[in-house]
């Protein structure tokens, strides 16, 4: 007996000894049981796991109700206090994280599985989902420094990685952006952060240079009246100091006299003056008798 007694002692054995004492105890324990008492040890478990299963899964659902609306509260704190948009998504995604872990956690423990060893296991089973995901952990990374430099905002029109369109939202490890035909364009953050990016929200002034040919034999003064004209009649040409249109001849062609067009706008205005620009050279220029060439070839035939 004394020999049993040091076998089952805990303090005497390692953990994997220990386990497996406590179950020939138990199993020891049944056999010295009848058929009824069993049945009662059975059914005692039973209702035992099931309310910890119910008790588990309320406990849940309740914890994911109040991270939603903390989220909710975090989100009009954020507003109220104009906290950058894309910070404020950034913390959403990681506070909704973290608060999930300590979710499951609770749960975990009370389904009876020791906190503890859980967590061992979860950081276990994170370091090796880290080594094998290293390229997750440098997009999450990637976004840490996007936040943290701003290279762009959401809402800013952006140019990365061959791709352009309207930043949507900054999350943890990726960044989603609008194309202007409505296609959603998700990029890893790690590639975006170590690229070049070209911003073109990031100023509120861009330039526009049209490069427009006439024909050989029109009155260059007059075409450049012409288009002085069209761009002092458009209300979203800027005339500021050192932002002066300039209309100016800057290629003689095989066909045609190139003249460049160039004249700054608002950011916001940028596409709709280019367009409009452009119509009213193509309308107004030939009723000031500038014309438009056509390419020409000449062909002489020896004989």
Do not use: C
């Amino acid at each position: 007996m004394t020999w049993f007694m040091q076998l089952t002692d805990p303090g005497k054995l390692p953990p994997d000894s220990v386990i497996r004492a406590s179950i020939m105890q138990k199993i020891e324990r049944l056999s010295d049981m009848s058929g009824e008492e069993i049945f009662r040890t059975i059914a005692t478990w039973t209702v035992q796991l099931v309310g910890k299963i119910i008790l588990a899964l309320i406990i849940y659902y309740v914890g994911r109700w109040l991270i939603k609306r903390l989220l909710h509260l975090l989100g009009a704190i954020f507003e109220r206090r104009e906290v950058d948009v894309s910070l404020a998504s950034f913390l959403r995604n990681l506070v909704e994280i973290v608060l999930m872990i300590v979710l499951i956690s609770i749960v975990v423990g009370v389904l009876g599985i020791s906190t503890t060893s859980f967590m061992a296991i979860f950081a276990s089973a994170g370091l090796a989902v880290g080594m094998a995901l290293s390229g997750t952990l440098q997009n999450f990374a990637g976004g840490v420094m996007i936040l943290l430099l701003k290279p762009y905002r959401i809402g800013d029109y952006i140019e990365a990685q061959g791709q352009a369109g309207t930043v949507k939202e900054i999350r943890l490890f990726n960044t989603i952006i609008n194309t202007p035909d409505n296609k959603m364009i998700i990029i890893p953050n790690n590639s975006i952060s170590t690229s070049i990016i070209n911003n073109y929200s990031k100023e509120n002034r861009r330039r526009i240079d049209l490069n427009i040919s006439i024909s050989y034999g029109d009155d260059f003064d007059v075409a450049r009246a012409a288009f002085l004209e069209i761009l002092d009649n458009d209300p979203r040409v800027l005339f500021e100091q050192g932002r002066q249109p300039l209309v100016a001849l800057t290629n003689l062609g095989d066909s045609a006299v190139v003249v460049l067009v160039r004249f700054w706008v608002k950011s916001s205005d940028y596409w709709d003056a280019y367009f409009a620009v452009n119509e009213a050279i193509y309308k107004q220029l030939p009723e000031k008798g500038i014309h438009f060439p056509f390419p020409q070839l000449d062909v002489r035939i020896a004989q």
